[in-house]
């Protein structure tokens, strides 16, 4: 399929639920879907892996189909001859036959059914896996802009439409093709005259089916759009259960899901609608065929031209060919839906990783020392092009010192913490870590470089050991207990039901926040990167969890290049340097004596933290 550029790619995904499509993405939508089914050719290279079931699938379907078309020469036979007096004896050879036929029948179609079934579901799993790793390798650009819901539908919903398409419709399509192609050749052996009859009505039925399943596809992939958006819009609103609780939305944001259903409802009875009048068409237009290639016949019998032994076979062979039509009409749609979900597969596969390794990366020191130089950089967040988010910053973070970052809220202090893990790439100016320019870096050895703690901590559905242990996931049950213990986190751990092995629930629920501060701790003290970046590590906790989470943090900085983001003064009046940023720009710098003395964009947000601790007080 064309590639195109990320923002047009962004159009392809539908808008969120409630969002009014401008008309230009619609007839672009669907001029892409008028196309064939060119994008299940996704699958060719999964399905190629596992070439020794394909194979066992297609033998089973050439053997159940020829035993199936082996039937009607059967029955064309006991009608001509067995009936006679004199050879009533065939007759229970030939129902004898009938019997073996009918169970290679049945043992071939079980073989097919196990194979396709079982491939079904091997190749999406593999899809899904490519996905998802494809996923995670975007940059945090890519998921500014898109929504998770979409995406978890496009992971989920689409790959089982595939699934369904692989593991049933592609057997049926070729089963039917094998029969019909086979039918429609023991047909031209049985009358010739009435197969270049058949052949002419052919024709007729298949290019409005085929035409009009396109319009099927158009609607199917309009469906699968309203779906995927509905679905994001209860993912976001359902992550913010507690948000939408506490200011009583739960009316408003019910009432937009049921109208985003509703659309969705509405999409699908379109689909189902074009499908149904589709089917309709084919069953009879396909029956008329048979009616009249039958009536025809009957007149040769009648004249003696051919037996009605003949008449029957042709008879059973054109409704073979007839039922592989008319199913096959069916599993159209069917493919098509599934050529839609691919197609948006597609799109994602698509989409480059705007960030990563470069083709021949430049190799660390062997000795990390953990220096960070910012080097004239300059950067503005793709969304927000009006607004740069740092300009022209430089300094240097030297092996094992310790530099607080400070400033209003928005002015450009995270930015650097993005920068130097590279979720982004500055556009002007450099960053270096340890004199290597972390674009011509490879990503995972920068990565592995760094630990990041941050104010929102991300605590997974997994057990504590999980949790702790998921940065670096070969170290060992002691050493995750180690890591805990520096990090304070041992004590509460161990009074939890099943200790180390306790399932935190989504986002740790059942953790307080300085619990969850310290398992993140942990995991930054089991890493054992020279870099540590702090991001308001302790800004949402109480006086209590915050004197603990310090301690811990005390101990994971010693010997480590500690960059630290925070406005409490308790946080940074220790810190080597600080760093003042004010509008994206370096404003001052030094230590915190230097710049209260200095009086300037420092000594004010300074003094402003002094007088709330003193009303505090007051009011205490």
């Not at 086979?182 to 197969?195: D, E, H, P, Y």
């Not at 998921?470 to 520096?486: I, M, N």
């Not at 509460?492 to 953790?511: D, H, M, W």
Request: hydrophobic share 45%; glycine share 6%; proline share 4%.
């Amino acid at each position: 399929m064309t590639l195109h550029t990320l923002a047009d790619r962004r159009s392809n995904l539908p808008a969120p639920a409630g969002e009014n499509r401008k008309p230009g993405e619609i007839a672009a939508r669907e001029a892409r879907s008028r196309a064939n089914l060119k994008p299940l050719q996704l699958l060719r290279p999964y399905v190629l892996k596992y070439k020794a079931v394909a194979i066992a699938a297609l033998i089973a379907l050439i053997v159940s189909s020829s035993a199936t078309l082996m039937l009607p020469f059967a029955v064309r036979e006991m009608i001509d001859r067995g009936f006679s007096p004199e050879k009533q004896s065939l007759i229970n050879i030939y129902f004898a036959g009938l019997f073996a036929v009918g169970a290679l029948l049945g043992i071939s179609s079980a073989i097919r059914f196990y194979c396709v079934s079982w491939l079904g579901e091997r190749v999406i799993a593999d899809v899904r896996a490519d996905v998802f790793r494809h996923l995670s390798r975007l940059s945090a650009a890519f998921y500014e802009k898109t929504h998770s819901g979409e995406i978890m539908s496009r992971l989920n919903a689409d790959t089982t439409q595939i699934k369904a398409a692989v593991s049933t419709s592609v057997s049926q399509v070729l089963r039917n093709a094998v029969m019909f192609i086979g039918a429609l050749v023991l047909m031209v052996f049985t009358s010739l005259k009435l197969s270049l009859l058949v052949l002419v009505v052919i024709p007729v039925i298949i290019v409005p089916l085929v035409l009009y399943g396109r319009t099927v596809r158009r609607y199917s992939r309009i469906a699968q759009d309203e779906v995927a958006a509905s679905s994001s819009f209860a993912s976001e609103n359902l992550s913010a259960i507690r948000t939408m609780q506490a200011f009583t939305s739960e009316t408003l944001v019910a009432n937009r899901y049921a109208a985003a259903v509703s659309r969705s409802f509405d999409a699908a009875v379109s689909r189902t609608k074009r499908r149904a009048i589709m089917t309709a068409s084919a069953i009879f237009l396909i029956f008329g065929a048979i009616v009249g290639v039958l009536w025809y016949g009957a007149h040769d019998v009648m004249e003696g031209v051919i037996t009605g032994g003949i008449l029957a076979q042709f008879v059973l062979y054109a409704v073979i060919a007839a039922a592989c039509l008319s199913e096959f009409s069916e599993i159209f749609g069917e493919m098509q839906q599934a050529a839609g979900a691919a197609e948006r597969l597609s799109e994602l596969m698509a989409i480059p990783a705007e960030i990563r390794s470069p083709a021949d990366p430049r190799p660390f020191p062997d000795h990390a020392k953990g220096e960070v130089t910012f080097e004239a950089v300059s950067f503005t967040y793709p969304l927000r092009p009006d607004h740069p988010a740092l300009h022209n910053v430089s300094f240097i973070a030297r092996p094992g010192e310790r530099v607080a970052i400070v400033g209003p809220s928005g002015s450009g202090k995270t930015t650097i913490f993005n920068l130097i893990l590279r979720f982004y790439d500055a556009h002007q100016g450099r960053i270096l870590v340890d004199r290597v320019p972390v674009e011509k870096a490879d990503l995972t050895e920068l990565r592995k470089r760094i630990s990041l703690v941050s104010q929102d901590t991300i605590i997974f559905a997994e057990t504590v050991i999980d949790n702790i242990r998921y940065g670096s996931p070969d170290a060992s049950d002691e050493d995750v207990r180690a890591a805990a213990k520096a990090a304070l986190a041992n004590t509460f751990i161990e009074q939890l039901p099943e200790g180390y092995n306790t399932l935190l629930g989504e986002r740790g629920v059942v953790l307080s926040g300085g619990q969850r501060q310290r398992i993140a701790i942990a995991r930054a003290i089991l890493k054992n990167a020279p870099i540590l970046l702090l991001d308001e590590a302790t800004s949402a906790l109480d006086q209590e969890s915050e004197k603990l989470v310090q301690t811990a943090l005390e101990r994971v900085m010693r010997g480590r290049t500690t960059l630290v983001i925070a406005h409490r003064l308790a946080t940074v009046i220790n810190a080597d340097r600080i760093l003042v940023i004010d509008g994206g720009e370096l404003v001052e710098e030094g230590t915190h004596a230097q710049l209260l003395g200095a009086g300037g964009v420092y000594a004010r947000l300074a003094g402003l933290q002094l007088e709330g601790h003193q009303e505090g007080a007051l009011a205490s």
